[in-house]
């Protein structure tokens, strides 16, 4: 069922990982998807190719999120390419892990620019392109909540992510534009197999999958459906909620 046609999504982060399978869902669906990289046009690339080669319409663009100029271009090209924005996925972002010794400045800026400034940024030149209404679907995680070890800094860009979704849902209401969180847990992607988050015989998704009820880690395509649904109008009267997508982990 075509719940997205005549729609048009933007997709940040989109060459890899969750954002890539969102991209490919939302397209399913029916939109016209922009996909954004950073550094991987050969993924981003690869994510339109399995768009277009099943009938679908997408186009990727490259932009550093967390650049001011880069998202007033990556706007402009979606506007060229699709002439308005009816659904943005804040999906770029960056996860690095240090005790309270470790942690710096470089740390610190690094995740909150991109994480929260650059979902700023891009909410920000999006509602100008979304006409009457839209949906913003911010890419938030389990751990805005639920505290763990080492990851102060990452969980606190993810606890302001959250707050950034309530107090947005109750400024573009009125504009008909709707801005929701879904936050997963534990997700094997590119990203947390490089950072060896996800290893099959590692001590952290080992201590995971203990702790959720249903028993493993998530795939990206357990996390694109339910963005899906929040960008179709199936969830037209939901604003300002965080989605837990980690299988009862809390
Ligand atoms: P990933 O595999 O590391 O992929 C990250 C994506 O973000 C890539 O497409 C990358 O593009 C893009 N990106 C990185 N820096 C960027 C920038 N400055 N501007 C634009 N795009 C940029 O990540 P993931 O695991 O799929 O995570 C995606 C999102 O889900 C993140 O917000 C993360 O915090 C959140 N999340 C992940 C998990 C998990 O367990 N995986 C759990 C909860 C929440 P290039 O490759 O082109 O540079």
Redesign the pocket.
């Known amino acids: 069922m075509a719940t997205l046609a005549g729609k048009v999504a933007l997709v ?9 399978e969102i991209a490919r869902e939302l397209a399913a669906q029916g939109a016209a998807v922009v996909v ?6 050969a ?2 690339d690869k994510v339109v190719a399995d768009i277009t080669g099943k009938g679908g319409k997408a186009v990727a663009v490259g ?4 650049d001011p100029a880069d998202v007033v271009k990556l706007f402009a090209e979606a506007k060229k390419a699709y002439g308005k924005v009816d659904v943005l996925v804040n ?5 690095e892990f240090a005790g309270i010794e470790e942690i710096t400045p470089e740390h610190f800026h690094k995740q909150f620019n ?2 929260v400034l ?1 979902l700023l940024l891009a909410t920000q030149e999006a509602v100008k392109l979304m006409g009457s209404g839209g949906s913003v679907i911010n ?5 805005s909540t639920t505290a763990l070890p080492q990851t102060a800094v ?1 969980s606190a860009t ?1 606890a302001a992510v959250d707050a950034v979704t309530r107090s947005l849902a109750k400024e573009l209401g009125p504009r008909g534009i709707r801005v929701n969180s879904v ?10 197999t ?1 950072a060896n ?2 290893a099959h015989d590692g001590e952290f998704r080992k201590l995971t999958e203990a702790q959720t009820p249903l028993g493993r880690i998530g795939q ?1 395509s357990d996390v694109a459906p339910v963005v899906a649904f929040m960008a179709s109008s199936a969830s037209g009267w939901v604003t300002g909620e965080e989605i837990r997508v980690g299988g009862g982990f809390t």
């Open positions: 940040t982060g989109a060459s890899k990982g969750i954002g890539a954004n990289y950073s550094s991987s046009k993924g981003a932009a550093n999120v967390a999906n770029a972002g960056i996860y991109l994480n650059g890419i938030s995680s389990i751990v990452y993810k936050n997963p847990g534990m997700i094997e992607t590119e990203g947390t490089a988050i996800t990206p």
